[in-house]
């Protein structure tokens, strides 16, 4: 038997396969929902790409009444480096541009959050952990904080943390922790 563990652990790495609902110290319940609104995936409103037409809606703004504190770049080449970059610079309107975009996103990433938490998969959901490119970055960072006090502010105390935090043994559900 320990022989078929270390055999399956080797061909899939020690982090297990992509998708896999059981993972070294962790246990995953669920994860995304396709819930629809008006607008389509509700899931969707929590993008990268939402992300970017969020920049791209503020510089479009910003731009009827002075230059683009990001400049001629398209959004969509922005990378996170820039962004990270314009949020820490001593140009104030970069950075508040930025700022503007990390709320507005922190606030759309909020309202899935809530809205997931109603499904009875998720009701008793501890912990959520937010994957992509944004953990490596100041702004996806104050973007998870953010979220994170806009729920708590609403009585709604579940943790956030993006992907490969530092969460240790944590687990992602109470019905995980219950069966230790």
Do not use: C
Not at 63 to 71: A, E, I, T, V, W
Not at 89 to 107: C, K, N, R
Not at 162 to 179: D, M, Q, Y
Request: zero cysteines; hydrophobic letters at 40%; aromatic letters at 6%.
């Amino acid at each position: 038997m320990a022989n078929a563990a270390a055999s399956a652990a080797a061909e899939t790495g020690p982090l297990g396969t992509h998708g896999a609902s059981r993972l070294p110290e962790i246990e995953v319940d669920t994860y995304n929902e396709e819930l629809r609104d008006a607008d389509g995936f509700l899931g969707d409103r929590a993008s990268k790409r939402a992300f970017q037409a969020i920049i791209d809606d503020w510089r479009d703004r910003l731009r009827k009444f002075d230059k683009d504190p990001l400049g001629d770049t398209p959004t969509e080449e922005l990378g996170k480096k820039v962004l990270d970059k314009a949020l820490a610079s001593d140009d104030v309107h970069a950075a508040a541009l930025v700022h503007a975009a990390i709320e507005e996103f922190a606030q759309e990433l909020a309202l899935v959050i809530r809205r997931f938490l109603r499904l009875k998969a998720w009701q008793e959901t501890e912990r959520i952990v937010i994957g992509g490119g944004f953990r490596q970055s100041r702004v996806g960072e104050l973007v998870v904080a953010r979220a994170s006090h806009a729920l708590k502010g609403d009585g709604i105390d579940v943790g956030l943390a993006p992907i490969g935090t530092g969460l240790g043994n944590a687990r992602f559900s109470r019905r995980a922790a219950e069966k230790d």
